[in-house]
Each structure stands twice: as structure tokens, then as C-alpha cells.
């Protein structure tokens, strides 16, 4: 058996270069590969693509939670749905970049995860209804098909992606938990190699066949998140209370 | 000056439009606050992977919260019997597939039903898309439940909207503070008023012209 | 709670019309829904467009099973990428069929399930690379993107989907077993009508929502298959030792 | 005559291609031997949405089938530990996907690598197409095992295919029970050839020119 298991974050994000696209989810902190997002900042690799559904500042510090938007510095081209977080003044908080030359690309998230299925189908191209009249249509095609228009919406094929799982098998199959589960599953068949990060790795055998969300051909690395690791409930769970006693997050949260 | 539908009013008349068996996902805000008035039996769906979810963990439970459901929001769920979790595929599959009926907020909607409610202003990174362009396109039956003007007491019913549109021509129906229009072929059909309310009052505060409903009636919840 | 779950196959299809379409899983005996084909069958309607991925002949007398293409003289339209079984001569006994009008659109599986998933979200169609300078190209458009070839094909919305299911709860949310899972889910999104047969109707609860493979607002009506009924586990399992006898059967197992 | 390879030995060959860790998708007929010869590590995946399967059950012991696994043929297959179970989306996505390796039969091979291995006739309803398509496109690495000639002693290498196609420039590898012959970027290279057997003997059976490659030589298992 071909061994999928590395040893440590840093080793497993080792040969990503410069200029790679990526994959993350990050719907909140619990479900973001945070510990792939922090050896990735420690390798300080530049000009990266990454392509995440929510691209929101993290309202914690550093040592405590890392999004998605934690790789910032390290960006040249954005794909998001979500840019901010509208209370905080939406997207305000990259601008300083863009003026430095970041891309954004603003997408929808049904559109994010149909470009993603196309990207790893092989598809060339989707005609996606959704955006049309919006400036998601800006330096599109667009198309009528049977009377009804359309946008032709190209494919995403990330070199990475970076995912969370609730548990993996030593093959890499993987299951999720809850609504983390998320783009995960899409992120992961979409990119060129995919990354995982688990709460718990376990022996081929140990999770049910008619259970698994990723099969394990999608999955390349896997990394056991330690218990002082980003991520495992423990340290989510405090995280959630934290929330509670922020006014800002109360607002987020019961807007 | 006459008295307006409060917030909770205005989401409880939108919540009478979903009945027993209907899927229903339900935009941030005022439309949120239409979960605590829909009937026994409507299933909600959340844009991130879940269906069946039982009620919002309210603000002074937070200890009570789950870890593992949210919403599309980011507030905590509680799982309820028969719920089913997926991943986004599946979920814009079901916004795509039009079994789902959404109620949205709006800053603006046209005559024609265009909606705009994602940026109230002319830059991109001013407001977030998330999945409001998949429901708007995507829905079996798009309604708006807002207020009827902006707090500067302009018409949020426009001939145009100016603001960035999240969908053209989506929009079916309505709900304000003021009344309960529907977007008809012919045009802004005026089916309901606030008690009170004339069709020539809400006429003026509403910039296209409304075409006054045969059987015109104050709205009831 | 709306009732989904109805008394009998022949009300679950009572309004079907002629000309509808209708997608067919039918992998094999245990994996078509042949209750609702005998309810079909029974109710005669006409001008059918099957949108099945196997169309091959039953092997067996129709009081023993039934495949999808048991509806063969109440179609107009094929759709499938499987027509027949090669040792048998492949698409051979349609012929008749198609001399008296029958049309038949070969597809290829991955075609087929990509237009499904098109159908199901909503896209007005999609360029797949799969075809090109193949039969499936013909009368098709095709285009060159990024330096590649692909076939523009369009979207399937069936009217109808008849599945079979391990498991149903009383919301229509689904399980499957083993590989007769294949079309299923997708084709149950991609329908306006899911009529379903399941081996079980439970309560709402009784499947873990982590495993629920088609979520219940994809599925309209539930029958359960009664003790006696075509694709009990029993009466499949009698299939397969009476399959091991058959000489043709043996060859198309073990070719 | 001299001794061509035997099916089996074909298969032996074909399945020394595939390493631990490799995915595979063996098509029907004589690639389908390749999996008693392929080593330990490689997992299969089956189109109707297997991965990781273990053994087929052989035909004398088919009273020991499971009733819900059967692969693509509709043969049975036993269970084995980290095997994963989807739906035929995530499978095409996985054999669109380039992480696949397949290894097909075929009828003609082009001397550009086009393929054509689903109907030897004009009837388009003489043949099945299946995901034969879809593997030829999104394979990784398309291998052919087959016969080099026709029953009728006719090459089945061949400058064009006559018979209708799979898929154009798809084929990587053909391992015959005379040669192993790699598609290039300039044309077709003769790397191994069956004991016994010279690289004349095989163009001769064979329609298209053959590159003699450096270091050309006998089959090994």
C-alpha cells in the first residue's frame, strides 16, 4: 500500500511553488484546513491563486484561528463568492492589496461549485443561467439557449486543495462532519493534488464503504491534526464561546 | 403619520405564503426572521449542505450550540429527525432545481422583477454574492420581504434599480411594511394594503405605476 | 408532515402521461425500480422517452423480472449507452422497433451522467471533450477551448425518475446499497417527479443524516416493495442462482 | 508459425504496467485477466461507482456472491477493506479525472493512437458504447491489450480505423501477443517484441510504419 500519510504539515504542503492555485474551504474555523493555511504561511510561497467560498478576515488572533484569508500577503489572484464580511464593511478589508495589484475574481457560490464539478469532470465549459444581468456576465460569453439566456462559466482546476475531514482511512478516503463538509468534496476531485488534514486517521476498513464522501483516489496527502492542532473540537469549541462574547460575532451571528 | 407593519409583522405575513410540505430557504435578516412564524411542516434548506434543520440556537444559548451545524449565515442549528446534510453540488442542485421557494431581502426591485440586494453601492468588493444569485435564479417562487422605502423615505419599488442587480426578472412577490404586491405579466399587481393604507398612499410611495388588484384587501396574517 | 408515501405502484404512476420521459436506473435487476415498470406497464401509456444508462433484454419471463427495457413497445425515444448485450447481438432486438419509429439516441455513460447533473442544475448545457470524432459528435456543435476539442451537449430534465432505494424515510430522504447506487441520485435530482420504491419506509430520524445519499426534497412519492414484490433481496437472490445456471448468462458474467 | 504470446501472458504483460498505488479500470474481455497478474497495491475502480474491490467471484462459486457489488460486466465482486461506494458522477469525475489508468481491448489502433474498440460495423446499433468513451479520453494512460491481427490474420494496427471510433489520439500503449509498441510524438515505436520474433515479422503484420527503438527487445514478465 502506497502511503499517503506524512508526518507533518510543512512536509506535506513541501513542493508547492510559487504561482500555484488553491483550493480552501473556509466556513469558519472548524471547517478550514487551518494548519495546511499556517505551514503554508510559514513556507511563504507568493503570487498564489486560491479560490475559497468565503474569504472573511479572521476575527481571532493569529495563534488562535486562521481562515482562508490568512494567506492575503501571499496572493496574486483571488476567486471567492463571499469577500468580507458585510458588517465589517464587506470586502474593505483587501483593498490595500488590490491598490498593490491582488485580482479578485467575484463569483456566486452555486457558480464557484459548478466550475469546480466542470474543472474536475474534464468539462471545457458550462452555460451557467445564474449571473446574467449581474456583473458576473462582465467579459463573458454569454448565449441564448432555447430562449433563455446563459453565461459561459469556465472550469476551476486547482493545483491543491487544502481539506478538512472529520476522519481519514490510510487509502484516503474520507468522511466529513456536519456542514463542513461543504466545497470540500468538490475542492478535493477539482485540484491536481489534494491535501487533507483529520481530525483522526484510521485503518483501511474502519469506515463503511457505503459511508464514504471522498474516495480515496481524489486524496494524495493526509496529515493527523495533533491535539494541539488547529481545528480539533476542543480548541473550536472555545473558540465558539469566544464568539459569543464578541459583540461583532454577535452581530454575525444573530443578524 | 400612519402607522407601518413592524419588522416581525412584515415577516409573518411573508411566512403565511409557505404552507406544510414546502422546502423553503430564507435570506439573511428580515427573511430570517420569517422562521419563527412558518407552519409545522416546511422544510428548511441551508445553502451549505442542509436540509431538515430544526430551530436557530438563540443568542443567550450559545453554550448549547453544536459544533457542527450552521447555517449560511454562520448561526448555530439544531439537527432535527430527518434532517440530511450534503455538500454544495448537491445543494445548488436543489436551489437550481426549483423545489425550493426563497424569501429574500431586497434594496431594490424594478418593475419588471429585478431584484438588487447584494451591494448597495457601485463597488464590487462593497457588498458579498454568496448564493443569493443561485436562489434568485434558481427558486420556484422569489419572495422579497422588506421594508416598502429606504430610511430616507425613497421608493425601494423602482422603474430601474440603480444598485448592482443580483437577478433580472425573478422577483414574484412582494412583502412590505406598506403592502403585498405581485410581479404580474401585465405589470406590479397591488394585492394587499397595511390596515389603514390607501393604494394611492403606497402608489406614492412607490415609483412604477401599481395596477390595483380586483378584490384590493387589507393584509391579513 | 406532507405524505409522500403512497399505497400502491399503480397510484404512484397514475399520472404519467403519454409522451412523457422518464430515466431508468436498470443495472441489472436489483437495481431497477420493476415495480414501477409493471405499474407502467400496466397502465399502457405511450410515446415514452426512456432515458436509461443499460438498455439490455430481460433474461427472464416478465413474471420473474423486469428491466427497463420491458417498456420497449411503449416508447418513441431511447436515450442510453448501453443498447443490448454484445454476446446477444448487441441492440439487434430493438430493431424492430426502430423500423416501426422508434428513435435511439446513443450516449456514452459519463455523457450521460453529465447531462444529467446539467439538467439537474439548471445549465443550458456543457462542452465535454468525451465524443469528439466519434458518433456522438454527429449533428452536435463542437469548439476549440484552450486548444482542445469538445462537444457541446445539452441538459436532461426527465419528467419523471423511478428509483429504487434500500431505505426511505418518511421525507423521501434516500440510502442505496452497493452498486446500485450508479444513476440514482442524479437522476432523481434531475427529474420533476422522483417516484421511488424502497425495500424499507422508516420514520423521519431513523437515517443518520450524514449517510443519507438523496436528500427527501428530491423525492415526491414512496412505495414500499411488498414481501412478494420484483427486487426484494430474496427474490433477486433466487435471480442470481437461476443467472449461474444459464449458459448465455455465464458468458456474459464471466467474459 | 511461430508462438505468439497467449492471452494470459498478454494480460501478464499488460498488468506488469501497473505499480502499487496505481488506479486502475480494467475494460471487458482480455484486459479483465490483467487483474489476476496485477501486484499488490493497485486498486481497481469499477464504473458503476466502486473503488478498492477485492477478487471477482468465480463462476463455481457463485452461490458465495454478495448481491451488491457487481462491476461494469455485471460480474460479482467480493468486498475488501477501504473500498468506497459512489454514485456514477463522482465515477466519471474520477475517470475524467486523470487519475486513472485503463487498460482496454480494441478492434483498430490508428498509428496516431485513435482508438476504436465499441462496434466492428456501420450499425450503430451493433455495438455498446458503456464509459469505453469516457475512459479513452480521461484516463491518465490508455493501454490496449489485444491480439496484433484479426482471427482473419488482418493487422489490427492500422494507419486509419475503419470501424467507428472511441476516441481520436487517445492511446498511449498497445501490448499485442506479438510486441509492446508505444504511441509518440513521431509515430509508432517498436520497443518489445515476443521471443523469437523480429521487428520485420512484426511490420509485417502490422499496416503502419514501426520505429525500431533503441534498445529494442524480448517481452519480459
Known sequence: MKNKVFASFDEAVADIPDGASIAIESWGAPGTAQNLVAALRRKGVKGLTLITHNFIPTLFSEEEALFSSALLPQLKRLITAVVGIPQLGAGAFV????????????????????????????????????????????????????????????????????????????????????????????????????????????????????????????????????????????????????????????????? | MKQRLDRNTIAMRAATELKDGDYANLGRGLPSLCALYIPEGVIFQSENGLLGYGPLVMEDEIEKAELY???????????????????????????????????????????????????AGTDALGGTIGGGMDLAVGAKRVIIAMEHTTKEGKPKIVNECIYPLTAKECVDLIITDLAVIEVAPQGLLLREVAPGWTAEEVQALTEPKLIVAEGLKEIEL
Open chain 2, 69 to 119: 451545524y450552521v447555517d449560511a449565515g454562520g448561526r448555530f442549528l439544531t439537527p432535527a429527525p430527518g434532517m440530511a446534510v450534503f455538500d454544495v453540488v448537491t445543494s445548488f442542485v436543489m436551489i437550481s432545481s426549483g423545489r425550493l421557494i426563497t424569501i429574500l431581502g431586497a434594496l431594490e426591485v424594478s418593475e419588471k422583477g429585478d431584484l438588487a440586494n447584494w451591494n
Open chain 1, 95 to 255: 483593498k490595500e492589496y488590490v491598490e498593490k495589484g491582488l485580482e479578485v475574481e467575484l463569483t456566486s457560490h452555486g457558480v464557484l461549485a459548478s466550475r469546480l464539478y466542470a474543472g474536475a469532470a474534464g468539462l471545457g465549459g458550462i452555460y451557467n443561467p445564474v449571473g446574467v444581468g449581474t456583473i458576473l456576465e462582465e467579459g463573458k460569453e454569454k448565449r441564448v439557449i432555447d430562449g433563455k439566456e446563459y453565461i459561459l462559466e469556465k472550469p476551476i482546476r486547482p493545483d491543491y486543495a487544502f481539506i478538512i475531514a472529520q476522519k481519514a482511512d490510510k487509502l484516503g478516503n474520507l468522511v466529513y462532519r456536519g456542514t463542513f463538509r461543504v466545497n470540500q468534496p468538490v475542492m478535493a476531485m477539482a485540484a491536481k493534488v489534494t491535501i487533507v488534514e483529520a481530525n483522526e486517521i484510521v485503518e483501511a476498513g474502519e469506515i463503511d464503504p457505503e459511508h464514504v464522501v471522498t474516495p480515496g483516489i481524489f486524496v494524495d496527502r493526509i496529515v493527523e491534526i495533533p491535539q494541539e492542532g488547529y481545528g480539533t473540537a476542543k480548541r473550536s469549541k472555545e473558540l465558539v464561546y469566544r464568539l459569543g462574547e464578541i459583540e461583532i460575532a454577535r452581530k454575525m451571528l444573530f443578524r
